[in-house]
């Protein structure tokens, strides 16, 4: 089926590691976003790409990096992991910016 | 930055019952949408609402877009256990080309 696809869906990382989490959208959408989610916050932007070749940081960007790799796919790196890190990193895509977003299914990130 | 304010936080209702939450701004919006999140799942699109005054049903879920342009509400009539959730509310400020900021969300108990 059509849609955002996350990986990896869990994952465990110490204190200083560093990894990248991954998403891919089969839509042909123009833009893209990583959201996090932590519990009675919401929904929280970290950074976006309005459209390939473009990115820009969103509500709460310090600590993570992404890339536009193309049109598909959309990574966000977190080069030196903290416990404040721990969260649900949502990728979400839209055919253009603003337009209502599709999301994938999640990444549950603990940082121990 | 930019901030909707949606209430209640949590709602505890008894199967069968209707149910109603709200989203206010202090800033006017183009756009709401409503969006439900299934636990371990990413939100999905409910209703999206783009003229003041419109109301919007989509089967038991009837969202309208209120008149200030600066709130609107979601009601669920007869409400199921597949109604368990959060509820986000989320809004463009003016243009298409706005992001779209989320509330924090309603989170939906059904009591059996």
């Known amino acids: 089926n059509a849609g955002v696809t996350q990986t990896p869906k869990f994952q465990v990382l110490k204190t200083g590691q560093s990894m990248t989490l991954q998403c891919a959208q089969d839509?042909?959408?123009?833009?893209m976003y990583w959201y996090r989610q932590d519990p009675g916050m919401g929904l929280r932007l970290i950074y976006y790409?309005?459209?390939?070749?473009?990115?820009d940081k969103g509500e709460v960007p310090n600590g993570y990096n992404v890339s536009r790799l193309n049109k598909r796919e959309f990574s966000l790196r977190l080069e030196s992991a903290a416990p404040s890190q721990t969260s649900v990193y949502f990728c979400?895509?839209?055919?253009?910016?603003?337009?209502?977003?599709?999301f994938g299914s999640g990444t549950r990130l603990t940082v121990v | 930055g930019q901030q909707l304010n949606q209430s209640p936080q949590s709602m505890f209702i008894q199967e069968g019952e209707d149910v109603s939450m709200n989203c206010t701004s202090s800033?006017?919006?183009?756009?709401w949408l409503w969006y439900k999140q299934d636990p371990g799942e990413g939100p999905v699109l409910l209703i999206a609402?783009?003229?003041?005054?419109e109301l919007t049903s989509n089967g038991r879920l009837t969202a309208q877009f209120g008149i200030t342009r600066k709130d609107s509400f979601l009601n669920i009539s007869a409400s199921i256990p597949s109604d368990v959730g959060i509820y986000f509310c989320?809004?463009?400020?003016?243009?298409?080309?706005?992001?779209?900021?989320f509330g924090k969300g309603t989170r939906l108990h059904i009591l059996p």
């Open positions: 979400a895509s839209s055919p253009e910016a603003g337009y209502g977003y599709t």
């Open positions: 839509m042909n959408h123009n833009s």
């Open positions: 800033s006017i919006f183009n756009t």
């Open positions: 790409s309005a459209s390939e070749g473009t990115t």
């Open positions: 989320a809004g463009q400020l003016r243009s298409r080309d706005d992001k779209i900021i």
């Open positions: 609402l783009y003229k003041a005054g």
